[in-house]
């Protein structure tokens, strides 16, 4: 194959870990070419069509196009699966998420030594500090505008001011902070990736509150399609291949890599070389194509003389409680005044660290409180749920009158620990192929007991915050804990000093292979107690510096 | 899109003609692809009987909404080729199962009996209610009968509540029963609401 296709950078993906680098090595001269697999929609193509976008294949793929598969807790034989997925397009996962935007803190990078290890788990440090990763924090919040009160969250390390004030949350957040602080804890206004005001040539956020599962219409989420994108392709030298699956990733007899394979969009094969190769397509992705791109000198994949490819996978432990409200009784304590908007964004650290709660570990998390998601759809089928699909015909109608009419749901999350271990991992399955017949990531799933464990705690503590609401819920129930956020990943490609011990350097570079980078969740050795993205773009324009100063 | 609100108006009216008969044709919009024969056309009427007095005893108003139409397009679709033949084969269990307990077809049966034949699927409880009449010992059958109805009443919830340019929520009649609550269908509108609030300084 001829090598007329040459360029300075190659990136595979383009969200959270993907865009930062290319956006700040063509600002910085380089030729990139950033290679997507999913479609290049434009705003105009984001719909609030529930069925398309949230339950059909618009993001994700179908299970007999492009699965996954699973095995869950020890299972011998997989299963197709669509988790695992995130958003299949120009932007990535950072399109369809939820944007809420928290900075990890001191204990999630000292997680080991804070510990002194936890049994069964393969926890480590980090091999850079939070202060190194603070300049890159500011710089993401303010190229992709973000939306917050810095100060206000007392278990926060001191920070710069957010790029713009904080969104106009929904009356009920009155309600939480009363309820928060009556039990001592410390309430705060959740920082989201969304512009409250103007920023640049975006308008504000119209509030319609069908964030998280779907694209912005509006431009207003700070997805990198909506943020760094246009940047990068501004300058004239990033060029964005959308439809183009990755297959290999080339490397040369001195271990170098010189580009990557890829089928376009009409199914052929081609290659683009280059002198620097960014993977950046999910940590589960891309362990797959390191996995994927193994040869004859390298029969584990590239990059695994560890093994730990595609090992130490996390993800985001998960809790959540509902609380369910007289819709008259709100509105008598609060008014009618503003009860259309759709956020409630309160969040509450108080438990990040609790050594004296006599669990497995003293890692705790994050409580996001919310209000339901406006899908009625979803709405619908959770009711019908919620009965173990025991409540059909006119009580499910009934059921529907009262959530729509008389009901405010508030609920909460739990952004908790997700402990790397062998229970664990990603590997290629055997068996299953995609439409490219090219072996399909395999998630082998096993939640650590420790991480169920403070899960619950914490899911309990969270509804104690729901029950000292006032006025008093008419239900607060458990929804689950211990569970698993499989959008939220990473850890495949743990970084780390030793190459014993860790794929990538502390730069993100792989140890075995020179010029190959890894810059999505896969480089977190430690999942954190928060949504990762932040923290992937945040190490994206780190790692973008150190390639700059290197291709200089 | 004016155009194809008109274009599928005049075709639910059409087909409203034929739907006492389950005769249903293609759900054809203008904007994907020619999709005929229907999928519902290839069943026969007492399957589709069936199915139709489902999704009303699941919702009462989801079969005049259009449930049907919605399940006939999806059914269409290329990726939905297994769960078609599961609403095939539960149609024909629901006949077996109301023939046993009631001793009438699904679609014949009141609402309290077809609420009862509902709650054997939901409660997976097909097998041992067919083995009543069957000969010889009880066997299971590879049917799954909780999976079937939870699809049915999702697929029911969905043509409801979801665009009507999929055949369902007919005249926008399940967006009229929420009350038009929040704004999927226009952001627009909501940003006119929004004002400083006092009491919340943050």
Known sequence: MARNDQVDVVVVGSGAGGAPVAMSLAESGARVVVLEKGKYYSIRDFTHDEIAICRRNFFVPYLGDDPHTIRKNGAIDSKPTREGWTSQCVGGATVHMSGFTYRLKEQDLRLKTLTGGIAGADIADWPITLEELVPFYDLAEAAIGVSGIAGINPFDAPRRPFPLPPMRPHPTALLVDEAARSLGFHPFPTPRAIVSSAYGTRPPCNYCGLCGDYGCENGSKSSTLASLLPRAEATGRCEIRSECMVSRVLVDDTDTAIGVEYIDRRGELQAVYARTVVIAASAIESARLLLMSADSQHRDGIANSSGLVGKNLTFSSFGKGTGIFDRQAIVAKLGPKNMSLPFLLRSVQDDYWIPDAGLGMPKGGTYNFLLHHPNPINAAVRLATDSDWAVFGQPLKDRMQSYFHEEVWVEFEVFGEFLPWKGCYVDLDPVTKDRWNLPVARINLQNHPVEIEVNKWLTARGLDILNAIKPTAKEVKPWTWGGTTFHLQHGTCRFGKDPAHSVLDPSCQAHDVKNLYVTDGSFMPTSGAVPATPTILANSFRVARHIRDKLA | ?202
Request: charged fraction near 25%; proline fraction near 5%.
């Open chain 2, 1 to 202: 899109m004016e155009t194809l609100e008109l274009h599928r108006r005049t075709l639910l009216k059409g087909l409203a003609g034929v739907a006492c008969v389950g005769l249903w044709p293609a759900c054809r919009l203008k904007d994907r692809k020619p999709t005929s024969p229907g999928w519902l056309a290839r069943l026969p009427p007492d399957r589709v009987a069936a199915l139709g007095a489902a999704t009303e005893a699941i919702l009462p108003g989801a079969r005049a909404a259009g449930a049907l139409l919605f399940i006939d397009y999806w059914m269409q679709q290329e990726m939905v080729e297994n769960m078609a033949h599961m609403l095939d084969i539960g149609a024909i269990m629901l006949n077996r199962v109301a023939q046993v307990e009631h001793q009438a077809v699904f679609a014949e049966c009141s609402i309290e009996q077809q609420a009862h034949v509902l709650g054997i699927f939901q409660k997976n409880a097909v097998d041992e209610t067919l083995a009543k009449v069957r000969r010889g010992p009880a066997k299971a059958s590879r049917f799954d009968a909780r999976g079937f109805f939870e699809r049915l009443v999702t697929l029911t919830l969905e043509s409801y509540l979801g665009e009507p340019k999929y055949g369902g929520n007919k005249d926008k009649v399940g967006w009229h029963f929420i009350g038009w609550k929040h704004c999927w269908w226009s952001p627009k509108h909501i940003g006119t609401l929004i004002d400083a609030d006092p009491r919340l300084p943050y």
